[in-house]
């Protein structure tokens, strides 16, 4: 009986302190939430701040920081007290450019491999900015230096450290971020990681194809009145990636980037499409409805570094016929003038291209041409040959082809020519050989821009593009 009665006089004391504790706990939770409430309606947004830069002065330009680690291989320790100062001129705010940031001084620039989604929200365009690079990495990618951090993926500085190092100077603005004019055949080393502007330029598949395939980034070419070209490089997560390249000639206002030997231009965004729609450069006039093309061959946009044989090539747009050389003199080749591959035959050598398959048969009852571009190397003072070095074999059949002495005298070095040769058969397995020939190919030939097509009525067989 006491038992019973301790134990009950326990357990109101229990009950009592619960609901002591409770109380207290519900008093506290009002106080809370009026708190809460008071401090909703007093709250005023922070007034904004313009960055101010307080850090060292900069010491150090992009120019020499690049010709300081020029020879490195692996990722290098950054172990002075440089700091640079640039403005961002390329950032991922299309989604194009994938985890890096381009940045530029009066003498040169450099990207800048962030692992951070979104960077433009915090480093726009325009932006100027101070690197302290004392603890950074100097990294080489594809032959091209980059700012990065060591051991890290992708030698991507962390975004925590990013901020530690990199400190942004007043507002941006984006006519900070100034391109420099320039042609496609003026492109040098020094304007690699630079913002430029290229006019009278179009897209060779304008109005047909969109900027990027839907699975994987894609190569597109852009070309000049010259005829030369370089790759535009787009991913498919931009947001202009579906979208139709613009027809017509315009202006590009792109990043220059170079992998290995490849020139790529990266577009920021769709604006940097400026002004397409007008008449296609060069005097070239687009393409008539009326011709129907039945085989092309521009070689691709693959990496070449190596210089590849034919035998040992993959980057053929056509992976239904067969390429083959007998030689195995002929090479794929970029150069500084040539940005996209193209079959390099070598001088004092027999070189071959043979292409096997080729199917003609839905042009039977209509004229076809076969079309190709060639380019004799008349570098040296004095050189000069005649364009039918390169002969032409269809189905067995040597083609006529005309006359055309080249010389460096008339200015015909790397000058792009046009060829057309009537008499193509209609046929579903048709065989067509180039043979640059030993004793005529004396200075070198580069082919490029094979087609099939259907004929106009008048034919100019071979003239400067």
Same mark, same amino acid.
């Given at each position: ?63 020499? &920081? ?34 890096? &940031? ?30 302290q690079l004392k603890g950074l990495y ?45 042609? &496609? ?41 010259? *005829?030369?070209?370089? !790759? ?58 009326? !011709? ?16 590849? &044989? ?17 030689? $195995?003199?002929?090479?794929v080749r970029t150069t500084n003038t ?12 027999? $070189?071959? /291209? ?8 839905? $042009? ?40 055309q002495v080249v010389s460096n005298a ?19 397995? /048709?065989?067509?050989?180039?043979? *640059? ?29």
């Amino acid at each position: 009986m006491q038992l019973s009665n301790i134990k009950n006089k326990n357990m109101k004391r229990a009950d009592k302190l619960f609901a002591h504790r409770m109380a207290r706990r519900f008093l506290g939770l009002v106080v809370a939430m009026t708190v809460l409430l008071s401090c909703e309606r007093d709250f005023q947004a922070p007034p904004l701040t313009e960055p101010a830069y307080t850090g060292p002065e900069a010491n150090m330009t992009i120019a020499k &920081l690049k010709s300081l680690y020029a020879t490195i291989t692996d990722p290098t320790l950054i172990d002075v007290d440089y700091t640079i100062k640039a403005t961002v001129v390329g950032n991922d705010v299309s989604g194009n450019i994938f985890k890096q &940031l381009y940045i530029q001084d009066e003498t040169g620039g450099i990207n800048m491999g962030v692992d951070q989604n979104s960077i433009f929200t915090e480093f726009r365009e325009g932006q100027e900015i101070y690197v302290q690079l004392k603890g950074l990495y100097m990294v080489m990618y594809g032959e091209q230096l980059q700012i990065g951090y060591g051991q890290t993926n992708a030698n991507r500085i962390p975004w925590e450290i990013f901020n530690f190092y990199v400190q942004k100077n007043k507002w941006p603005k984006a006519e900070n971020a100034v391109p420099r004019t320039v042609k &496609l055949s003026e492109l040098d080393e020094t304007m690699v990681n630079t913002l430029v502007k290229l006019e009278n330029v179009y897209f060779v598949d304008g109005g047909k194809l969109p900027f990027s395939a839907s699975d994987a980034t894609t190569n597109r070419l852009l070309k000049d009145g010259d *005829g030369n070209s370089i !790759i535009v490089r787009n991913s498919n997560y931009a947001s202009f990636a579906a979208d139709m390249l613009p027809e017509g000639g315009g202006t590009l206002v792109a990043v220059l980037s170079k992998f290995r030997a490849d020139w790529q231009l990266l577009i920021r965004s769709i604006d940097d499409c400026r002004n397409f729609g007008q008449p296609i450069p060069g005097g070239t006039t687009p393409v008539d409805p009326d !011709i129907k093309t039945y085989y092309t061959e521009t070689f691709g946009t693959a990496d070449v570094a190596a210089r590849p &044989l034919i035998a040992d090539y993959t980057g053929f747009d056509n992976k239904s016929v067969k390429y083959s050389d007998a030689s $195995g003199s002929v090479s794929v080749r970029t150069t500084n003038t040539f940005n996209t591959p193209h079959l390099w035959f070598p001088s004092g050598k027999d $070189g071959y /291209l043979t292409i096997e398959g080729i199917d003609t048969s839905e $042009g039977t009852g209509e004229t076809l041409t076969l079309n190709y571009e060639l380019t004799a190397n008349l570098f040296d003072a004095g050189s000069e040959m005649n364009l039918n070095a390169m002969a032409v074999t269809v189905d067995g059949k040597a083609m006529d082809v005309p006359s055309q002495v080249v010389s460096n005298a008339n200015g015909d070095n790397n000058k792009v020519y046009s060829i057309s040769l009537k008499g193509i058969p209609a046929k579903k397995d /048709l065989k067509i050989e180039f043979h *640059g020939k030993a004793a005529d190919n004396t200075m070198g030939l580069r082919l490029d821009n094979i087609s099939i097509t259907t004929a106009k009525d008048e034919v100019i067989v071979i003239k400067p593009k």
